[in-house]
């Protein structure tokens, strides 16, 4: 069974199918916190808490930041699907032909 719903046609000025803005690449940020030996240690100590655990939080505001900045200024970029070149019965394993 293939998927024969009519996908609207994409309106002039409109891009179709995966797209690139150069806010994405703030989404990078967030993965510096996978570095730990950058902050691998005890001391500034934060209302007693040790230097790597507060940072930490702070790397999670760092991080909601990131994707809600990117978020604002990538969601009015018209965007629609490019039609799929696979349909879900070309997919299924138990299918033969």
Request: aromatic share 14%; charged share 20%.
């Amino acid at each position: 069974m293939s998927d024969t719903t009519p996908r609207p046609s994409p309106r002039p000025g409109e891009r179709t199918g995966w797209r690139f803005s150069a806010w994405n690449l703030l989404l990078l940020v967030p993965l510096l916190m996978l570095v730990t030996p950058w902050f691998n240690t005890v001391t500034p100590r934060l209302f007693g808490m040790p230097f790597f655990y507060w940072v930490q939080f702070v790397w999670v505001v760092v991080g909601v930041a990131c994707v809600a900045i990117v978020y604002r200024m990538t969601r009015d970029e018209p965007v629609t699907n490019a039609p799929d070149e696979l349909g879900v019965d070309d997919l299924d394993e138990r299918n033969v032909r």
